[in-house]
């Protein structure tokens, strides 16, 4: 494999501040590969997969607070070490260079515009670099649900209403139908949209790119794809699991908004009763903190009964920093999608669910289902 582009939708947000870190942080010896599933001990070996001194990060960000900001921010919030945005400031700067202010903003008045803008973004981005293909990653903020448009059902529907500029489409699926008309694979890391529109997965038909999503699975829903299973082996009745969430950071801020978070909810909500198969009661909450700073706290409660109808009650708590964990997978996430598409691969990726709350194109949420699923995607040449 040459080099890959990775195009971060929200590049100056948490989660890609720290991918982008990290990677340079790893890149210069100053970083080991803890977090990273595509470098963990006996992970099936494969190449087409690109190393990660292959990639290059570029992006769009609505704010314009340069990186090498952003990584003093994260440092200081304990998310990555102190001394690393000094050492890296170069570097930063000089990936900061290649993200554009701007993007997906509801701005412009023409959606056609918009469109081009971002695809001719994308394409000058892998021009410059002389890159082999490039992945789009969407990291930027989450968006309130989308409700079913006739306009986005087909492709021809979607193409018409851009062209008679009728078209409201949210930039989430603005960055997926860029990156599939630029000719680039596509992560979806939030629950927005993205390219979960029909005409979209035409679309990528169309240009043979493959995609992934939704929403990076990296807390208390990752401790569900392996209890909820557990529960269901062993024929435990659960009867409730209830779930608190108390988040900081920007992703907190964005999430305080009931219409916002409802997408996240959502996401999170599927996972119980499809691995059970029965409906469980229990409350979800996603509450803003600000005083958390970039970390943020799961409490989860589930009741269940066993035998002759004992009751018994399991609870847990998740503390971590959201952006530590997320930032590992976003580019084992790139690496992979870089590989599928090198290895001819087009459409949806199911065997990437390990990585989801909300997979697309599968039902399995048990995460040892899904490693293994993984493991010989990747051991068969992800194709
Ligand atoms: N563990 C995790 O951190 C985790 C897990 C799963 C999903 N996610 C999702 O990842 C996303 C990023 O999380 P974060 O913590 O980095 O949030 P953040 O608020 O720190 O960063 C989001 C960035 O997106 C930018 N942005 C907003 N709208 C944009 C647009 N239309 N175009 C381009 N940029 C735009 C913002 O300016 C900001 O820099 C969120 O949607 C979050 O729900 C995070």
Not at 37 to 49: I, M, N, Q, R
Not at 96 to 125: H, K, N, Q, V, Y
Not at 175 to 191: E, I, K, L, Q, S
Not at 314 to 342: E, I, K
Request: charged letters at 20%; hydrophobic letters at 45%; one cysteine or more.
């Amino acid at each position: 494999m040459g080099r890959t582009g990775v195009w971060l939708a929200g590049a100056r947000g948490s989660v890609a501040s720290t991918a982008i870190t990290g990677a340079l942080a790893i890149r210069a010896g100053l970083a080991d590969r803890v977090g990273l599933v595509s470098e963990a001990p006996g992970f099936p070996a494969f190449d087409l997969l690109p190393g990660l001194a292959d990639l290059v990060f570029g992006g769009h960000d609505l704010s314009g607070v340069p990186l090498t900001k952003r990584a003093q921010q994260l440092a200081q919030a304990g998310v990555i070490p102190a001394g690393l945005p000094a050492r890296l400031h170069g570097e930063l700067a000089a990936v900061d260079a290649d993200i554009t202010t701007g993007g997906a903003d509801g701005r412009t008045r023409s959606p056609a515009e918009t469109l081009r803008r971002i695809s001719a973004d994308i394409a000058a981005f892998r021009d410059r670099h002389g890159l082999d293909r490039v992945v789009v990653v969407n990291v930027a903020s989450t968006e309130p649900p989308t409700p079913a448009r006739p306009e986005h059902a087909t492709l021809a529907d979607l193409t018409r209403a851009i062209g008679l500029g009728t078209m409201v489409l949210p930039a989430s699926a603005c960055y997926a139908y860029a990156a599939f008309d630029a000719g680039c694979g596509h992560v979806d890391f939030t629950p927005s949209i993205g390219a979960r529109l029909p005409a979209l997965a035409e679309l990528a038909r169309e240009r043979a790119v493959p995609y992934a999503g939704s929403d990076g699975k990296t807390g208390e829903t990752l401790l569900k794809a392996v209890l909820a299973p557990m529960f269901a082996g062993r024929h435990l009745h659960v009867g409730s699991w209830s779930g608190t969430n108390l988040l900081g950071g920007g992703d907190g801020a964005n999430l305080a908004d009931p219409q916002t978070a409802a997408s996240k909810l959502e996401s999170k909500r599927r996972l119980v009763d499809e691995t059970l198969g029965y409906p469980v009661e229990g409350p979800l909450h996603i509450d803003y903190v600000a005083d958390l700073g970039e970390q943020k706290t799961a409490w989860d409660h589930v009741t269940f009964q066993g035998f002759l109808g004992a009751r018994m009650t399991l609870q847990f708590t998740w503390q971590g920093y959201d952006s530590a964990l997320a930032a590992p997978l976003v580019l084992d996430l790139a690496r992979l999608v870089a590989a599928a598409h090198a290895a001819g691969r087009a459409g949806p990726l199911p065997e990437l669910a390990y990585f989801f709350k909300d997979p697309i194109g599968t039902s399995v949420h048990d995460l040892a289902a899904q490693y293994d699923m993984l493991r010989s995607f990747v051991a068969q040449g992800c194709t």
